[in-house]
């Protein structure tokens, strides 16, 4: 069972541009929402999270928005940059089991120049 | 300070033949976690550690698949034998589950090949 849906697949966004990743989720248990960097090579590494109780959590270029009754969340990269190039999972956890992660399928994004 | 530790990097071997991977948690981090990734998806959990004991490995295939981690410290995944869908990349991570937010922090992987 695919518990959070990640769209899109990839994505080609031009320099200063916006990059627009949505995720949804199917378990209301879920209460903690992160989104995971990770370039080639490299194991993913946390870019930013949220919770529930607030709709929007913004830091530096990167913003999530959610929507709690639409048991939706999405990443928006503003003033999108090459170095921003890389694949994004978002995911979700619910209290108990150490907070076990269960990732989307991730976005490949591709930031042209 | 040092990350997750992960060797080997890559791992090419034939079907049928054993390979283990080891893994070195940040100093300090009693859950540790492997994960598989297969090409073009997220992670998936297969064994998480608290300490020494496994607590989740309800997704591990047992019939080839084992880990351990001795001391509570470092950990190395088996799988003997080796099945072309195993071909993938295997990450470590570990993290403090006292944390508030109980961040993961993954090593680089092994990307694994069966052939």
Known sequence: QQQVKQSPQSLIVQKGGISIINCAYENTAFDYFPWYQQFPGKGPALLIAIRPDVSEKKEGRFTISFNKSAKQFSLHIMDSQPGDSATYFCAASKRGSARQLTFGSGTQLTVLP | ?115
């Open chain 2, 1 to 115: 300070e040092a990350g997750v530790v992960q060797s080997p990097r890559y791992k090419i071997i034939e079907k049928k033949q054993p390979v283990a991977f080891w893994c070195n948690p940040i100093s300090g981090h009693n859950t540790l976690y492997w994960y598989r990734q297969n090409l073009g998806q997220g992670p998936e959990l297969l064994i998480r550690y608290e300490n020494e004991e496994a607590v989740d490995d309800s997704q591990l295939p047992k019939d080839r698949f084992s880990a351990e981690r001795l001391k509570g410290v470092d950990s190395t995944l088996k799988i003997q034998p080796a099945e072309l869908g195993d071909s993938a990349v295997y990450l470590c991570a570990s993290s403090l589950v006292s944390g508030a937010n109980n961040e993961q922090f993954f090593g680089p992987g092994t990307r694994l090949t069966v052939l």
